[in-house]
């Protein structure tokens, strides 16, 4: 069985970096062909955002609105991957998910210039983890 465990800060000030780690284990690697590893968020009182994610291949994709502040990186030897956000504002107050996807709902992300993703495109999800932003 597939698992994802989000760990992390649970409390930020503004102006410095978010940095999440998602460890996935008793499933493939997160460099097996066509998985793509994602950081979702969602704020109090609003739905899903997706935030970005790592392929497969080590490829990364970020949602534009937060493509400046984001980067997703890897550690194959340990199967995780990890969420930075910069310069980060109470705006950023959230929980924070780690989710596993395929080819297709990349090809979808990929397709529009805003993509609101749905919890059924997901096999895998982490438990959550909530993250504060104080000012």
């Known amino acids: 069985q597939v698992q994802l465990q989000e760990s992390g800060p649970g409390l930020v000030k503004a102006s410095q970096t978010l940095s999440l780690t998602c460890t996935v284990s008793?499933?493939?690697?997160?460099?097996?062909?066509?998985?793509?590893w994602s950081w979702i968020r969602q704020p109090p009182g609003k739905g899903l955002e997706w935030i970005g994610y790592?392929?497969?291949?080590?490829?990364?994709y970020y949602s534009p609105s937060l493509k400046s502040r984001t980067s997703i990186s890897r550690d194959t030897s340990k199967n995780q991957f990890t969420l930075q956000l910069s310069s980060v504002t109470p705006e950023d107050t959230a929980v924070y998910y780690c989710?596993?996807?395929?080819?297709?709902?990349?090809?979808?992300?990929?397709?529009?210039?805003?993509?609101?993703?749905?919890?059924?495109?997901?096999?895998?999800w982490g438990q959550g983890t909530q993250v504060t932003v104080s000012s």
């Open positions: 008793g499933g493939p690697s997160i460099t097996t062909y066509y998985y793509y």
């Open positions: 989710a596993r996807s395929g080819l297709g709902t990349a090809q979808r992300i990929r397709s529009g210039s805003y993509y609101t993703p749905r919890t059924d495109e997901y096999d895998y």
């Open positions: 790592i392929a497969y291949s080590g490829n990364t």
